[in-house]
């Protein structure tokens, strides 16, 4: 081999450019992971209701660890979507030493019954909630089914000054919902929507112009819908002769005083 010049050559120029690389290469370690690069500044964008200051400042302070270029963007956005109502996080670098996070909020729209709140996607997610929301209740996996029920549930029964405050779907897929806490709507499986709004249409010429309460309706019938009025008492049956005939009761005649 020592008698071959262009092989010897060769190698040297090999070993030089394996020598050169390996100095780049410490050279950009070096320079990632030098401290003069670190996260200075970050920004926090997104229409935040729920997450405090305190939460943001907790999860910079104790999970971001890194420099500008070894700081892990993935694991980074992952300790920020641990956070309560946290639904969405992108985060991204801007040279020379800023962090940008956008976070989207979840908006609670229902109660997945006692054990979760529901966005407007149909999404469960746990966080804390003292607002008045509707109650929803059905087999899992149909949240999302729900929650545009509920939605659009909210839209027709509207003109009527009401609010849907529980909703329940069965095993069978029939609905039932309650308004204003008060009244109990039966709608069953078929067309539901229709039948609550030629429900709510009927209702001004109907049920609005009883003078006693009531608290449960049924949808569920072709050409119209039940009612359920508690403190209805029917009137006695009218009193009859041998004949069958109702019995005229005369009134009594009045004396005239002197």
């Known amino acids: 081999m020592w008698d071959k010049p262009q ?3 060769w190698i040297a120029n090999l070993l030089t450019g394996l020598a050169i690389l390996l100095l780049f290469y410490s050279l950009l370690f070096l320079t990632v992971h030098s401290p003069l690069f670190p996260v200075k500044r970050i920004k926090v964008d997104g229409e935040l209701r ?3 200051r305190e939460q943001l400042q907790y999860v910079i302070k104790n999970e ?3 420099t500008f270029f070894t700081l892990d963007l993935n694991k980074t956005r992952q300790d920020f979507e641990k956070l309560p109502w946290v639904r969405r996080v992108e985060v ?3 040279w020379p030493d800023r962090l940008e996070v956008n976070i989207e909020e979840h908006r609670a729209v229902a109660r997945w019954g006692s054990s979760a709140l529901l966005n407007q996607y149909g999404e469960q997610f746990d966080a804390a909630s003292n607002d008045a929301l509707p109650v929803l209740e ?3 996996g149909t949240e999302r089914v729900m929650v545009e029920g509920l939605m659009r549930l909210s839209e027709v029964t509207s003109t009527l000054n009401k609010k849907p405050t529980q909703l329940w779907l069965s095993e069978r897929r029939a609905w ?3 308004l204003d806490k008060q009244l109990i709507v039966e709608v069953g499986r078929e067309d539901p929507i229709g039948r609550v709004e030629r429900f709510v249409k009927a209702y001004p010429n109907s049920l609005a112009l009883l003078q006693q309460p009531f608290e449960y309706i049924d949808l569920r019938y072709p050409n119209g819908f039940a009612v359920r009025l508690p403190d209805y008492v029917p009137a006695p049956p009218p009193k009859l002769d041998a004949e069958g005939r109702p019995i005229v009761v005369k009134p ?3 004396k005239a005083s002197a």
């Open 64 to 66: 971001l660890k890194g």
């Open 176 to 178: 039932r919902f309650e």
């Open 252 to 254: 009594k005649a009045l």
């Open 7 to 9: 092989l010897l050559i």
């Open 50 to 52: 729920h997450i405090t």
């Open 138 to 140: 059905g087999p899992e």
């Open 92 to 94: 991204r670098r801007r």
